[in-house]
């Protein structure tokens, strides 16, 4: 099971808005047959083995195991990750273009570019696992507390001027390569982001919520 999966199929991620599959997903992060998940969320068996079905046909859930009971066979499924989260992908004609916001200073081109980190990461991530290769990522998350907007703007300023020298620092672009050939390194996207923190943050649900 994976920690979280990244859903870019339409129909896919259609399913998952639904009410009841969204608490099927939620219950089967520990395996469970359609009679145990009638009773947990006190529907009929019918009902439950029908969103069951739509879920497996989009790769959201898979057979653990079969038992035999009598004469009934009893199908033990689990949800194929912990959590989901739906790529822009999914909403491929109407996803945002962060070639379109070239602001660094716009809400919107910030929106497009963690759109394009989950997709990108989504697919990596994907990628990784069926190569059975690890995935080498980094990220830092914090809060700070500015006095005044010209603390904040100078705090953008330099940490800009900061990265850009660790870029140039770092970043092989060619130079010092035979010529007409490239880099043996593999390129990284690097995206920094700073924006106001909610006041009021939502709780983050457990899996028993």
């Not at 035979?178 to 899996?207: I, Y």
Request: charged residues 20%.
């Amino acid at each position: 099971m994976q920690a979280i999966e990244v859903i870019e199929d339409p129909a896919a991620a259609e399913a998952t808005l639904d009410p009841i599959r969204t608490r099927i997903l939620r219950e089967l992060t520990e395996p469970g047959s359609a009679t145990q998940l009638a009773a947990r969320l006190g529907l009929p068996r019918q009902k439950v083995n029908y969103h069951l079905r739509t879920l497996e046909q989009h790769g959201l859930v898979e057979l653990v195991e079969e038992r035999r009971r009598g004469n009934v066979t009893e199908r033990i499924l689990r949800a194929t990750a912990s959590s989901y989260l739906i790529s822009p992908a999914a909403l491929a004609s109407v996803a945002p273009d962060p070639r379109l916001f070239s602001n660094r200073f716009s809400a919107f081109w910030l929106l497009a570019l963690a759109g394009r980190m989950v997709q990108e990461v989504g697919r990596l991530i994907a990628g990784a696992a069926a190569a059975r290769q690890e995935l080498a990522t980094f990220a830092i998350d914090g809060e700070i507390t500015f006095h005044s907007a010209a603390d904040r703007a100078a705090f953008a300023g330099e940490l800009g001027e900061a990265v850009t020298r660790l870029v140039a620092k770092y970043h092989d672009g060619g130079t010092g390569h035979p010529a007409g050939s490239r880099p043996a390194g593999r390129n990284h996207r690097l995206v920094v982001a700073l924006h106001p923190a909610l006041k009021n943050p939502s709780p983050t649900p457990t899996a028993k919520d």
